[in-house]
């Protein structure tokens, strides 16, 4: 019996992957002789040289769905939370963004510049924040 898999392009080896950290499922990419077979992780998608995993002591599952765990920052969830809203604005209840107008949380405008927006949050009676496709703003209001 062979005591190594036959190396061929394509095929699937669980290898050492430095960026998981672990033994994780790799795809052979290119193959310049046994010593020097180049692999991507399917994990992290990175392309290194193909190291064997150590048979002993290498904890697979658990340390790689760490590694992957990416949490989002508040900002980032914001923005996910905006975007929502922004989908689910109706264009047609949309009204043209005047300055001298007074908004509600939950308007929606339409914007010369940005275009459609939803009015997340009254920041003082003058100043509202508006998420448009570009980001959130902060606009004016009730100008007299
Ligand atoms: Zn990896």
């Given at each position: 019996?062979?005591?190594k898999?036959?190396?061929?392009?394509?095929?699937?080896v669980?290898?050492?992957?430095?960026?998981?950290?672990?033994?994780?499922?790799?795809?052979?990419?290119?193959?310049k002789?046994?010593?020097?077979?180049?692999?991507?992780?399917?994990?992290?998608?990175?392309?290194?040289?193909?190291?064997?995993?150590?048979?002993?002591?290498?904890?697979k599952?658990?340390?790689?769905?760490k590694?992957?765990k990416?949490?989002?920052?508040?900002?980032a969830?914001?923005?996910?939370?905006?975007?929502?809203?922004?989908?689910?604005?109706?264009?047609?209840k949309?009204?043209?963004?005047?300055?001298?107008s007074?908004?509600?949380?939950?308007?929606i405008?339409?914007?010369?510049?940005?275009?459609?927006?939803?009015?997340?949050?009254?920041?003082?009676?003058s100043?509202?924040?508006?998420?448009?496709?570009?980001?959130?703003?902060?606009?004016?209001?009730?100008?007299?």
């Open positions: 019996m062979l005591s898999k036959k190396m061929e392009i394509g095929i699937e669980e290898a050492l992957c430095n960026k998981c950290k672990a033994a994780t499922v790799h795809v052979v990419v290119a193959i002789s046994q010593d020097m077979v180049r692999v991507m992780c399917k994990t992290c998608q990175s392309l290194h040289r193909f190291k064997a995993p150590e048979s002993k002591g290498v904890k599952a658990a340390k790689v769905q590694a992957q990416v949490k989002l920052t508040p900002e969830r914001e923005s996910k939370k905006w975007n929502k809203l922004l989908l689910a604005a109706d264009p047609e949309a009204v043209a963004y005047s300055m001298s007074v908004y509600a949380e939950n308007d405008i339409q914007h010369t510049k940005f275009g459609l927006g939803v009015v997340v949050k009254i920041l003082d009676p100043k509202i924040s508006v998420v448009f496709e570009d980001g959130v703003k902060n606009m004016v209001q009730n100008l007299k």
